[in-house]
């Protein structure tokens, strides 16, 4: 979801800033991992 909007920045809260091409190469990287069933769960009621 977050994927389609168009970020400059991207600020977590215990980590650097990513910037530019970066944001994008973060986001890539965080859609990888595979996570607990909770997240699973979301993804289908968000549809």
């Known amino acids: 979801m977050v994927s389609r909007l168009e970020i400059d920045i991207l ?3 215990h ?3 990513f910037k530019g091409d970066d944001v994008g190469r973060f986001l890539d ?3 990888k ?3 607990g069933s ?3 769960s979301f993804a ?3 549809t």
């Open 11 to 13: 600020a977590l809260q």
């Open 15 to 17: 980590a650097l800033l």
């Open 29 to 31: 990287w965080f859609k």
């Open 44 to 46: 289908r009621a968000a």
């Open 33 to 35: 991992p595979e996570l």
């Open 38 to 40: 909770g997240v699973a």
